[in-house]
């Protein structure tokens, strides 16, 4: 296949399958086991197996994953082997070393990214070292607005930076 334009941007989901699928071929039942709740995907980013499915079909329509041979199924048709291509690789390599730039999104971005990156044994000193950054210009946003009498909402998001900052130093010391 090749790489659709019209598409939108990948979803975490796509990343996510993108990601298990580049640690070795696999068919998309096993995908989707790896990202089930109990999964060792599946704990940082979940997806539903029709939800699976349908980022394996835009990762193929993207041209980073290919079907590269069959397998009998248990109780049905034949699975399709689906393996990443050099293109997929290289645009999860690539994801993996932009850092994410919403608070709100590093829970589960930042997590699957670092997961990823020891999975595949990609650097991140650069991507901690600009995730750093961010995480500070929030935190001092943030906190130049605090005030004694702060609504829960800010209170809240001034400790996630906090705690972020505390995470990433701690992942660089690794």
Same mark, same amino acid.
């Given at each position: 296949?090749?790489?659709?334009? /019209?598409?939108?941007?990948?979803?975490?989901? /796509?990343?996510?399958?993108?990601?298990?699928?580049?640690?070795?071929?696999?068919?998309?039942?096993? &995908?989707? &086991? +790896?990202?089930?709740?109990?999964?060792?995907? %599946?704990?940082?980013? *979940? $997806?539903?197996?029709?939800?699976?499915?349908?980022?394996?079909?835009?990762?193929?329509?993207?041209?980073?994953?290919?079907? &590269? %041979?069959?397998?009998?199924?248990? #109780?049905?048709?034949? +699975?399709?082997?689906?393996? #990443?291509?050099?293109?997929?690789?290289?645009?999860?390599?690539?994801?993996?070393? /932009?850092?994410?730039?919403?608070?709100?999104?590093?829970?589960?971005?930042?997590? $699957?990214?670092?997961?990823?990156?020891?999975?595949? %044994?990609? /650097?991140?000193?650069?991507?901690?070292? #600009?995730?750093?950054?961010?995480?500070?210009? *929030?935190?001092?946003?943030?906190?130049?607005?605090?005030?004694?009498?702060?609504?829960?909402?800010? $209170?809240?998001?001034?400790?996630?930076?906090?705690? #972020?900052?505390?995470?990433?130093? +701690?992942?660089?010391?690794?």
């Amino acid at each position: 296949m090749t790489t659709d334009p /019209e598409l939108p941007p990948p979803l975490l989901g /796509e990343w996510a399958s993108l990601g298990i699928l580049c640690t070795s071929p696999m068919h998309g039942w096993a &995908v989707s &086991v +790896r990202l089930r709740p109990d999964g060792d995907v %599946g704990r940082i980013w *979940h $997806l539903s197996r029709p939800l699976t499915y349908r980022s394996l079909d835009q990762l193929t329509r993207r041209g980073w994953i290919r079907p &590269v %041979g069959h397998e009998p199924g248990d #109780a049905g048709p034949n +699975r399709t082997i689906l393996d #990443a291509t050099p293109s997929g690789r290289a645009r999860l390599q690539q994801w993996v070393g /932009e850092p994410v730039h919403h608070l709100r999104d590093l829970r589960s971005e930042l997590l $699957l990214k670092l997961v990823f990156a020891d999975l595949h %044994g990609i /650097e991140i000193a650069a991507l901690l070292e #600009a995730q750093r950054e961010i995480v500070d210009q *929030h935190a001092a946003a943030i906190a130049a607005q605090a005030t004694a009498d702060d609504d829960v909402v800010t $209170l809240w998001r001034l400790e996630t930076a906090r705690a #972020a900052r505390r995470f990433i130093d +701690r992942v660089a010391r690794r």
